[in-house]
C-alpha cells in the first residue's frame, strides 16, 4: 500500500467517527423538530424509523473508520508509533483511532437510542 493511500486511510480512521457523530446528532435532533412540527402529519414523518435508519448508518460508519484505522495498523506493523515520520506517526494516528472510534460507537447508539425510546413530542 502507498504512503498516500496509507495517509488517506490514517486520517479516515481518526477523523470519521467525530465527523459522523456530529452529523448523526445534528439530523437526529432536526428530525425530532420535524416529527413535533405541527406539519409532520402531513409528511408522514416515522420518528422512530428515521431515528433508527440514521442511528445504524452513523454506527456502519464509524466501524468503517475503525476498518480503516485497523489498516493502517497492520500496513505499519513492522514499525513503532515512536518511529520516525510518516511511518510512525501513520502508526500512532491509527492506535489513537481505535478507542476514539468505540467511544464515538458508543455515543451514537446511545444517542439513537434514547431518540428512538424517549417520548419525541411533549409539552413543557
Excluded: K
Aim: hydrophobic share 55%; with cysteine; glycine share 10%.
Amino acid at each position: 500500500m502507498t504512503l498516500r493511500r496509507l495517509a488517506i486511510l490514517q486520517w479516515v480512521g481518526l477523523m470519521l467517527g467525530a465527523w459522523v457523530w456530529g452529523a448523526q446528532h445534528a439530523l437526529g435532533w432536526g428530525i425530532t423538530e420535524a416529527t413535533c412540527n405541527s406539519g409532520h402529519a402531513a409528511a408522514g414523518i416515522d420518528h422512530d424509523l428515521w431515528q433508527a435508519i440514521l442511528t445504524a448508518t452513523a454506527g456502519a460508519l464509524v466501524l468503517c473508520g475503525g476498518a480503516a484505522a485497523i489498516a493502517v495498523l497492520h500496513a505499519t506493523r513492522e514499525t513503532s508509533y515512536e518511529s520516525a515520520p510518516p511511518l510512525g506517526r501513520m502508526r500512532f494516528g491509527a492506535i489513537a483511532a481505535l478507542p476514539a472510534n468505540i467511544i464515538f460507537l458508543t455515543i451514537i447508539l446511545l444517542d439513537g437510542l434514547a431518540s428512538i425510546f424517549n417520548v419525541a413530542c411533549r409539552q413543557a
